[in-house]
Structures are given as structure tokens and as C-alpha cells.
């Protein structure tokens, strides 16, 4: 019975829309390298219930025009489904590389990201994920993001582990974006995530996203700038 009512309040508690805060700092250091922070709050409803943050940041590669490579670290902690960081339940320290492959239409950016990553718990335990994210951006008014600037954004993301029973988690998104000055971009997002259990039992968590983008960029240039969308 205790199994039971655990299972139930739990249920309940993931039920419902949450919410999911990013900051994304992006400083181009050149034509080739860049360096990045993000950080993010996520919740169980509205603006309350906290239960994970992360900190994270990297170096980045631009390898070619349509080419970027990046390594990044961060640590990773979620908590009590209800109590607002007050009962740590997980902590997590990542290492991770990604490729990203674009593809131009016009001004629409078709983006491929691939992503290993390498997890590791205060518990000992290990794990790798392997993630694959197609995402989409397209700017409505005019010809590249800036200021002024609205655009839309949509993505589809699996992930997927090396043990069984190997699916983890499919996440999809879709939102709009405005640019506040040619540095400073915020943008509104739903974003719907399913969660795969080894026991074969899953839940379906719904947010509202809030993040802001900061790109500082120390060359002069005059090119059309799509937001770094990290996770």
C-alpha cells in the first residue's frame, strides 16, 4: 500500500504544467572559437515545486562554415519532486562532445546535433547517453535574428544509452523568439518531455520554457545570428 501511494502522490505531483528557466552566455571569440555558460531551474508547476538546476559551460570549434564542434562539463542536480531543493535526490558531474552539422534554406536553419555524454554520480555509478536533436529556426520579420527581430523555433530530441533498455527520453519544443538588441534575444517555449524507465513504465512532463540568450560576439560583423539553443 505505502508502494502504492508513493507511486500515486508522485504521479500527481508530475502532473500539470511546469515550469524551465535558461540563461545562455555565448562570447565568439573569433572566427573559430567560443566559449559558453548556461545555467537552468526547472519545476514541477508554476514557478514553484523546484526540483533540478544545472550549471554548465565549454569551448566551441567552428571547423567550417556548417561545422562546429563542442566539448562541455557541468554539474547536474535534481531534488524532491515537491519540495523546492530542499531534498537533493541526485547529483551529477557530465563531461560531453557534440557535433553540429546546419543546413541553409533561405533564412531558415536547419540544425543536426549530435551529442555523447559521459555521467558521472555521487553515488559511483557511471553511464554514457547518446543524444540526437533536428531543430529548426526561422526568422519571421526580417532577414536575421537582432534587434527587433521575432523568429520561430522548433525541435525534436532522442536519447538513447548503450544499456537496456537503451530508449530514455524523446523531447520536442516549439516556441517563438524576439530579439531585444543585437546581443540580448529572449524567447517563450512549450516544451513536451517523455521519460523511459528500465522497469517499462514512462511519464509525460509539460513546460513552459523562459530563456534568455546573450551573445557577445568581439569581431565586427554583419551576418545573420541564430541563438545557441545548448539543451
Known sequence: MMALFLTLTTAAQRDGLGTWSALNVELVLDKKWGVFYEGQLRSQKVFNHYFYHENKGGISYKAA?????????????????DDNFESPVVHEFRLWEQLTLTNDIGNFKLEHR??????????????????????????????????GAFYLNAFEEIFVTNTTPYFQRNRASAGIGYGLSNTFTVQLSYVNQFDFRENLTGYTKHFLQTSIFVDIDRRKRNQPHYPRLMD
Open 114 to 147: 549530435y551529442r555523447i555524454e559521459q555521467r558521472f554520480y555521487d553515488d559511483g555509478k557511471y553511464s554514457n547517453r547518446f543524444r540526437y536533436r533536428l531543430n529548426g529556426l526561422l526568422p519571421l520579420n526580417k532577414d536575421k535574428i537582432g534587434k
Open 65 to 81: 562554415e556548417k561545422t562546429t564542434f563542442l566539448a562541455g562539463l557541468g554539474q547536474y542536480a535534481t531534488y524532491g519532486f
